[in-house]
């Protein structure tokens, strides 16, 4: 359905990211690249478990006439995107670690030039 | 309380807690931290044995993480709403390989890491690793696989990354950085779009109510391909002599079974969560294809290599071969009536090798790392003539070399010929090329053996300190007793394995009730 | 013992097997000479004394002839390994467009 | 690098196709979910129901959560230490 629209964000998010995996040599253009995925699949977590007019599943000053369970977005999905943000911060800050101690090695962040693991 | 009934919890506790204690204990002695470190290893180990015997004799163990009983799954709306963790006899069977890898990598760092700053996190590191190849194994939850997938690729590139000294060890780790990310990234992805479906995370309970949708066959390919690519198998697998190269050795000899890990998570995803719902006809013909390419590649590639290193490291890209081999014809003969006749005899030759490749692979990288440790190269080139005084590296070397040539009667040559029977009923040629494959691991064994081993006494060296000799003996051992024993392993280990992952109902009842 | 699709295999047997040989071996070599000496036996070399210096053969020298006459397989291979992290991606994608394909083929085409 | 491109553009059209077969935006299927919220305040006693997921129903993936975090810092502690002996 065309009104998919949020997934198609998500789905050009991802496209944007992979972009930069695939082509940028620069490795820090890299690492940026493996954030966009990053955000974008969290992105998708987060528009699965949206509910048309649903609020916030929050008991504390609910507005009246909220139908229980129907009127609420999904917490689970929420969840897990807390969870997956902080594996992402945690990953970002171990890449962008080894992107420095590779400046320091090679004198380059190009991927064509840092590659004495071959063949 | 039941001590058994919580294992599984213990088992994923203990290490954890543990790891979080060592930096402490690092500030207090150096001496107390390593014998804490190895006596948490041992009575893991210990545990580990008695949670797979409980597993194979009485039948898939359950734990339910914030239940008042934890051994059975509470129901609520129907579905199971708490992360379950699910032992059946293949998670047991990764749980032993994975604790008892880890057990001599522990042993053997105590001499092979220096006493520097960063000894301390690296047995942090170690134990967390542990944690995240048990916590892969043991779940029943999908988004949980994708944490502890995490977990244990942070760990292995920071350990990869540990002689940060060297540029090339960076480059590694850097390299496993990406390429796990984007797998557990999409793997992700896939999760959500099976979530969108079922609006659920159990692997049982999704499997019960799947139908074999466009959805569904999109998230099986990301998850097929991106499990792949963390197991190793070509033309995915470039990150895999890369990183194995740099690492210190004993994690390379656990960074083997934390990519057996993955693959156990894909044959998790291609029988349990998936099993005949799909075209598996298709998804065990590209299986085996992995796995032919994987053998002959891996094993071409290593011949001419100098690095003592980076030509096992092809070598273990080669065996994963065998094991998508076996798994991927048994996945492939699934549900017809040779099923149970050679299906599960190319099965147990599959998860055999797994058990196996473990153990001698483990033991050929904690070789390398002794000669590492003597010679500082890991060039054959500056080798030659180590058996002069390395006797006892070499003994092992001998043995590790054997075995994973296949020549009996090690272990290597049970495994194979289980996988060469079995794959023969469905295509000769499968046969051959594996026998081919096993030839040219001969080849370029003997071609390692001469370098480093035979010849005049070139180098004045010493024989390996203690700790080394001690890790490298426990799995010789194993080696040997999984040799002469063979029958009684398959019986006991293997085929409650290789059962648990073709019967897919047995793991849906476990958690779903009959 | 270990029970395979064709037959079984005896690791135990095999190694008793190989004891008995290894014994009816040390009786047969006990029957030969005894007045036997290492050096009444040298090899004859063109009438040239025997070098003494011992050789270790590199490993880079070592199947030589294997991957000379494999050149243009391991060209390939290494244009494939190029250590190029952007292209290990790549080979991820292309195998999962394959996947695809092998998946969703069978519902277009019947 | 040609068919980098051709690999990538189908592999996105794939996961297009994905975005267009999943569920019509916000009207998600809910089981699971529904269950929570109307039993999270009984079961946990917390008001917020995202809470009581992260911290009850699955507190499990957030103790694994702070294990990857723990993991990360001694992670990059390794890697940017410098040498304090130089024995190799």
Known sequence: MIWNIPFITVIVLIAVGLYAVLFKRNLIKIAVGITIIESGVNLFLITLGYRKGGVAPIYTNLPPNVEIPKGMVLPVPQALTLTSIVIGVAVLALILSFTMKIYEHYKSLDSHIVRRLKE | MNLIQQMPAILIGMPLIAAFLTPIIDRVNKKIRNGFVIVVLILEEIFMITLAWHVFTNGIAIYTMGASNPSIVPLQAAVPIRIVLEIDGMSAFMGLISATVCLAAGIYSISFIKEGNGKGKYYTLLLIMLVGMLGMEFTGDLFNLFVFLEILSITSCALIAYRNWYGDAVEGAFKYMVVSNIAALFVLFAIGLLYSRYDLLNIAAISKIMEYGSLEKIALVLLVSAFAMKCGAVPMHFWAPDSYTVAPAPITAILVSASQASLYALFRTCFSLYGNLMDYHSIGIVLILFGLLSMFIGVTMALPQKDIKRLMAYHAVSQTGYMLLGVGVGLYLLGSSNFNTYGVKAMEGGIFHIINHAMYKGLLFLTAGAIFYRLKTRNLNEMGGLAHTMKFTSIFFIIGALAIAGIPPFNGFASKLLIYEACYKVNPILSIIAMLVSILTLASFVKVFHSAFMGPKLHDVEEAPKSLLIGMGILTFVIILFGLFPGWVVNNIVHPAVTALANRIDYINAVMGG | ?110 | MKAKTIFFIIFMAFLLYAAFEIHPFSKPTSKMDDYIISNAQNETGANNVVTSVVFDYRGYDTLGEATVLFAAVSGVLVALRRKEDKHE
């Open chain 3, 1 to 110: 013992m270990l029970h395979t699709t064709g037959g079984y295999w005896d690791a135990v047997a095999w190694i008793v097997a190989f004891i008995v040989i290894a014994v009816v071996v040390y009786i047969i070599r006990g029957l030969g000479r005894r007045d036997f000496r290492k050096d009444s036996a040298e090899p004859f070399f063109s009438g040239v004394e025997l070098p003494t210096e011992k050789t270790h053969v590199k490993a880079s020298n070592i199947y030589w002839g294997f991957t000379d006459s494999l050149k243009g397989y391991y060209s390939i291979m290494k244009k494939m390994h190029d250590g190029i992290i952007n292209n290990y991606i790549a080979w991820f994608i292309a195998i999962s467009v394959l996947l695809f394909f092998v998946v969703f083929l069978p519902e277009v085409i019947p």
